[in-house]
């Protein structure tokens, strides 16, 4: 038993102080409550998002090309002291190209929305404008 139930009313009393204090809270909500339409929330929602998964990528590929490039020179200079330690120069010069092409992706990207496209990605808000006739 719950300590808003009794046995005589299984369903929980509605307390006067909480009616009272979400009635006190309704006129600071006003301002949050107005109408917005969908399209609005879901083209900034859909931006936040997008710009986040851009964000993440950028570092990914800036962070993962680096490691594998220092990997690159530490195993090359390993092999070059001591080649028969059994470094395998095939898979430092895959980490070297791998990682050149992790850090020149996100340039090549930008590069080639730019080229495409003839321009970047923006919103004017044209699109959205409503014209009447008279």
């Known amino acids: 038993m ?3 139930s009794s046995p005589r009313r299984p369903f929980p009393q509605v307390r006067p102080a909480a009616v009272l ?3 006190a809270m309704t006129p600071l909500l006003v301002s949050q409550a107005h109408a917005q339409a969908i399209d609005t929330i879901m083209q900034q929602s859909t931006g936040h998002a997008l710009g986040a998964w851009a964000y993440f990528l950028n570092a990914f590929c800036w962070i993962v090309g680096s490691i594998m490039l ?9 092999h070059q002291r001591n080649p028969n330690a059994g470094s395998r120069p095939g898979l430092m010069v895959a980490a070297g190209v791998l990682g050149g092409v992790l850090l020149a992706f996100p340039f090549l990207a ?3 929305s730019f080229t495409l496209f003839n321009q ?3 919103v004017t808000g044209e699109q959205q404008q409503m014209k009447f006739d008279k």
């Open 70 to 78: 220092i990997m690159c020179g530490m195993g090359w200079y390993q």
């Open 110 to 112: 930008k590069t080639a």
């Open 2 to 4: 719950s300590a808003f």
């Open 21 to 23: 204090a979400t009635l």
């Open 120 to 122: 970047g990605p923006t």
